[in-house]
């Protein structure tokens, strides 16, 4: 039996290195395997959103985990939001909890339908679409009022719901759009 040189081995050693860590990256995004300043906006192979959770001690600061949500994503699995995305729709990665709280903050609104989140960010601009639809919100309008008005856009939001504001009923028909994904194009 011959025995194999090192530059025969070296292949064989490499192809034997790969074998172990290839598996693990074919699995794709696990949430629990995130680190904490990559979890919140992150989505898993299972297109389920990861979500950061803070975990009490008794003996010590509190500890942050990544976990996997039941929030399931229609169209995107194996998603890691990109810094970019990150500061260009004004979130914040050490989120504990996502809430549409943050669409009353006309700053938020503000840079979540700008052009740089709004048509380049599907990720963040689907959560917070479904987050707005649960407030009874069609985030493009939200986003049209936002760039026409930016104050008449928080009362329009606040206004939402059973008990709609003061406003003329086709613009209570447009507040109230059907939901769609967040393809429609962004204001411009």
């Not at 930016?150 to 009362?155: D, E, I, L, N, S």
Request: net charge negative; hydrophobic share 40%; aromatic share 4%.
């Amino acid at each position: 039996m011959a025995s194999l040189s090192i530059s025969s081995r070296l292949p064989l050693a490499l192809l034997l290195s790969l074998s172990l860590i290839l598996p693990s990256a074919l699995a794709g995004v696990i949430c629990e395997d995130l680190p904490q300043d990559l979890c919140a906006f992150a989505i898993s192979a299972s297109s389920k959103r990861c979500l950061l959770e803070s975990v009490p001690r008794y003996d010590g600061p509190t500890e942050y985990q990544c976990r996997t949500s039941e929030v399931v994503v229609g169209r995107m699995s194996n998603w890691i939001e990109t810094d970019d995305c990150v500061r260009a729709c004004g979130v914040d990665r050490n989120s504990v909890g996502i809430s549409s709280d943050a669409l009353m903050e006309p700053q938020f609104a503000s840079k979540l339908c700008s052009v740089a989140c709004y048509q380049n960010c599907p990720n963040i601009v689907d959560l917070y679409f479904n987050l707005a639809a649960g407030e009874g919100v069609f985030l493009p309008d939200l986003c049209e009022a936002q760039r026409v008005n930016p104050h008449r856009a928080m009362v329009e939001l606040l206004s939402s719901g059973a008990a709609p504001g003061p406003v003329a009923n086709s613009e209570a028909s447009n507040i109230e759009g059907s939901a769609a994904p967040p393809s429609a194009s962004p204001p411009a």
